[in-house]
């Protein structure tokens, strides 16, 4: 077994070492104090690989700084049509992947990336009974061809239903 490496004093990412702490999953531990202000035990590898970077705080902001996914309790409708959206552009087990990223149909890259970019692009799915529409089927969900449509107009609108406008609207 190599030497053990004192990372007392030592700063990973937010969380600074305060000392040795015994054993953690046959591991050395160690004692850190994280930014926020809380203690954790983690183990020295984690530290270094920096798989453990805060007390858990971190993941926290992150999933609550926009307030649509909360640390704890539902996710928001606008929330989980984002999700749904990467899901079905991104994933080949997702239901219905074969109509859109296996058709070639992607997600506008920082959407990708930010549900707060999302979100100041299109900004609230209006009610339960809205979902998020391409305006054009074939093009890319990205911020000019993207809108939040009643269910009942989403019928009307694929690719299986024959074309008919009226002033620019698909009827």
């Known amino acids: 077994m190599p030497p053990l490496v004192d990372l007392s004093g030592k700063k990973f990412a937010r969380l600074t ?3 040795r702490d015994g054993v953690l999953n046959r591991k050395p531990a160690w004692l850190c104090r994280c930014d926020c202000g809380h203690e954790v035990r983690v183990r020295g590898g984690d530290l270094r690989s920096g798989r453990h970077g805060s007390c858990g ?5 992150r999933v609550t700084k926009h307030g649509h996914a909360p640390f704890a309790g539902p996710a928001s409708p606008t929330y989980r049509s984002w999700v749904s959206m990467i899901q079905r552009c991104t ?3 997702a239901t219905g992947f074969a109509n859109y990223g296996g ?3 992607a997600v506008h890259a920082p959407w990708r990336a930010s549900f707060a970019t999302f979100l100041a692009d299109v900004g609230e799915r209006p009610g339960l009974d809205c979902s ?3 305006i054009d089927l074939n093009g890319n969900y990205e911020p000019n061809n993207c809108r939040w449509v009643p269910k009942s107009r989403q019928p009307k609108h694929r690719r ?3 074309l008919h406008e009226h002033d620019g609207e698909r009827l």
Do not use: A
């Not at 705080?57 to 902001?61: A, D, F, M, P």
């Open 132 to 134: 998020l529409d391409r």
């Open 17 to 19: 070492v305060l000392r």
């Open 57 to 61: 705080c971190l993941q926290r902001e």
């Open 103 to 105: 058709r070639g149909i």
């Open 91 to 93: 994933n080949p087990k």
């Open 160 to 162: 299986d239903v024959p």
